[in-house]
């Protein structure tokens, strides 16, 4: 039966409460992780939740692309495997962000924010963003794209970034677009550093200069432009011997961000579940998401479209995870994408019986040489204040 979002609203909130009893404990896997399994037959539901204590030395945050550095689709097992050593050991990985299929034109691009080790792959949505902002601490919200191209009589121009120029006037293109740009249509042109200022990786709060660096659409430095045709003369004024600054900005500002992914909607807030109006919200179905308190982090899924678990409507997740204790929180992807692993196992069942293809992964990463207690701020893993 169809659901309407007040009542599936205040059921979920009388169910999880009632059911909330039986909840399982958690069990230690090491390092400050907890897991527990939680089953509720009469909905049916069955919920992984992995808990991660604030405050270890040498946990952080880590975003994964589907191709580790490149834009492109992998399972969240192999988006693991190609962590280099450098970046840290996986110790738990949850699937990210919503993203264009196989079938679409930009497979594996993901549709919000991302931001890994401090660079900007993807530019955001309309959807919520989860970030560590620069004092550490983790942060939902809307985040804004300001990123534009600034021209030497002061016009500007909106750009986006590894995405699909259709209906932009024009699209910076990283190494991390990899080939999947290579035969779109558009006026290309190629971009190098100009003088000594700061380059790339794409940073967020920086502002880069660029001239022309040939007209093959291949650049040493990684960069190109694909402009409309209302970029022409812009890009002809590139290859007379012109520069462009490049501003990366978004609101609010999010400079010296390191972590970002998108997902959303948020479902809690100062410990108190939201109201929903995204699409199939009412639905149930496999879910994931991400939240926090002043002491742990919470990876959550439940498996849906199955016989022992329906999955989820939004509001009923939202009511779970405020009783879980989260004061915060954001959906990710679900459906197929719905996963979570935790130190090489899928505590989950994927609703299609195997993992998907996806294009992002958060993960949990412990740092190759644990830093020292004193002074070890991680990457959003710190306690709040």
């Known amino acids: 039966m169809k659901r309407s979002g007040t009542w599936t609203s205040l059921l979920a909130g009388v169910l999880v409460a009632v059911a909330a009893a039986t909840a399982a404990e958690f069990r230690d896997a090491g390092d400050g ?3 527990r399994e939680d089953r509720f037959p009469r909905e049916p539901w069955i919920l992984e939740v992995v808990r991660v204590e604030r405050g270890r030395p040498g946990l952080s945050f880590l975003p994964t692309l589907g191709q580790w550095d490149r834009i492109g689709l992998g ?45 900007l792959v993807s530019t955001p949505s309309s959807r919520d963003c989860f970030w ?9 919200g809307i ?3 300001e990123l534009q191209l ?11 970034l590894n995405e699909d120029p259709e209906g932009l006037a024009g699209v910076l293109l990283t190494r991390a677009a990899g080939s999947a740009m290579s035969a779109r249509k558009g006026i290309r042109i190629a971009l190098e550093r100009s003088g000594d200022g700061p380059w790339l990786p794409l940073r967020m709060g920086e502002t880069y200069t660029a001239r022309a660096a ?27 011997g012109g520069t462009v600054r490049i501003a990366v900005r978004t609101q609010p500002d999010l400079s010296g961000t390191s972590t970002a992914i998108g997902g959303g909607p948020a479902l809690v807030r100062a410990g108190k579940a939201l109201s929903m109006h995204a699409p199939k919200s009412d639905e149930r179905h496999p879910r994931s998401a991400i939240g926090w308190n002043s002491k742990y982090f919470f990876f959550v899924v439940v498996d849906g479209r199955q016989d022992d678990s329906d999955g989820m409507t939004l509001p009923e997740l939202a009511s779970y995870l405020v009783q879980l204790g989260c004061d915060e929180a954001m959906n990710l992807d679900g459906g197929g994408s719905t996963e979570l ?9 994927p ?17 190759a040489v644990p830093p020292r207690a004193t002074g070890a701020v991680t990457n959003g893993v710190k306690p709040a204040p």
């Open 33 to 35: 992780i907890a897991y």
């Open 75 to 119: 399972t969240l097992t192999e988006q693991l495997a190609a962590i280099p050593r450098d970046a840290g050991v996986p110790m738990v990985a949850i699937n990210g962000d919503f993203f264009e299929t196989e079938d679409q034109s930009y497979p594996g691009d993901p549709r919000g924010l991302f931001i890994s080790r401090g660079e």
């Open 132 to 140: 560590i902002d620069r004092e550490g601490n983790p942060r939902i």
């Open 143 to 145: 985040v804004k794209s």
């Open 150 to 160: 600034v021209w030497p009589d002061g016009g500007t121009t909106p750009v986006g």
């Open 214 to 240: 040939g007209a093959s659409g291949k650049s040493a430095d990684g960069l190109v432009l694909v402009g409309n045709s209302a970029l022409r003369a812009r890009i002809q004024e590139l290859k007379a």
């Open 341 to 349: 692993w935790l130190r090489g196992r899928i505590l989950n069942h």
């Open 351 to 367: 609703c299609y019986g195997r993992e998907r293809r996806t294009a992002t992964g958060l993960v949990l990463v412990r740092a």
